[in-house]
């Protein structure tokens, strides 16, 4: 095991005071070990590069996650994944607010096709269509598990070629990491991320984790950038998160002004009602009181858990109303839907 770097060691010395827990060097199975609730938790830390953007562009990599940028996203998997070969992925990426979608994602097959034929020498090519910016790149890979498309929509003032080796550099670093050594305890490590970037990469970190599927295998990925700062990659939690869980809001943003004056508040999650369905996850304040509602994806975002409750009954149909905990706090959550009562037979 070699020795770890500066960035490495402050990196992980970072985690370790999220997460209130000392730390030690590794040896052959891991960088280093945390103990955490008594157990010890095998970490490894890995290094992002910093990436420069160029003249006229704005620093940072911005990508955008409103409805038209997630629609294009879609279209592009839908279109190009039939076509991409296995062993190739296929980055794109496309300015935003996008122009004329269909048009762009149907004129983006026929440049990839081209790009794809036998012996093009062409990996990375530029194109204006429809008036958006959009850039292609193809790599190689030896993971059955790496994604074949991965479509990216970006600020128009974002450098594209600062997102497409952004998102190379991170998928190897993520490929790597999973097809290296098998080592004890396994199933339970922990991967840290140190970043050369600002906070600012953070949604673009989020989003290409997500893309790569065999990340999963760890039990935690997290970043850690130059300022301290740490923040959840990805987390192994189940697809319907158990009513009674707890998560704490870490963040709010401008889609949640609300919540900025709100961090470190702790919920728990209630019971599903079958109107709702199991997208809907209710937040529970302190009063016992069903207050707001999210979904996984919006839950992940801006909140991490606490507790990951073992509830089998989604609907608590033979279990007792959720009871309260603590005093009330005179405060609006910044959630997408917002009530403060809530009928609670659950039918």
Known sequence: MSELTGRERS???AV????????KKGGRHADAYFKIDREKVPVDVATLKPHTHRKGFAEGARLRFDRVATTVSQQLQAALRTI???GTTALVTISGPTQLRSKTVRALKRGIRTL??????ERDRGYM?????????LLSNRSVKAPRVIGLVHDS?????????LTEDLLELLRAEVEKRVAPRAENRWLVVASAGDASYLEAYRHICSQFGS???LKKILVAFPDGRVEMLTDRLPVVIPPRSVFRLVRGDERTPEWKAQVGR???VGYYGRQDGLDCVWLVNDQAEYEQTSDREFLLRYFEPVMISRETDLFGDSRPKLKSIGPSRDAKGGGRTKKSDRDESRN
Not at 129 to 137: A, D, F, K, L, S
């Open 129 to 137: 269509i429809h008036g958006n910016c959009v850039q292609i790149r």
């Open 215 to 217: 990340a999963q295998k």
């Open 16 to 23: 370790a005071r999220r997460f209130e827990s000392p730390w």
């Open 84 to 86: 991409v070969p296995r």
């Open 116 to 121: 794809l034929r036998p012996g093009s020498p």
């Open 157 to 165: 003032d974002t450098d594209p070629r600062v997102v497409l080796n």
């Open 11 to 13: 990196a992980i010395a």
């Open 266 to 268: 702790v919920f728990r």
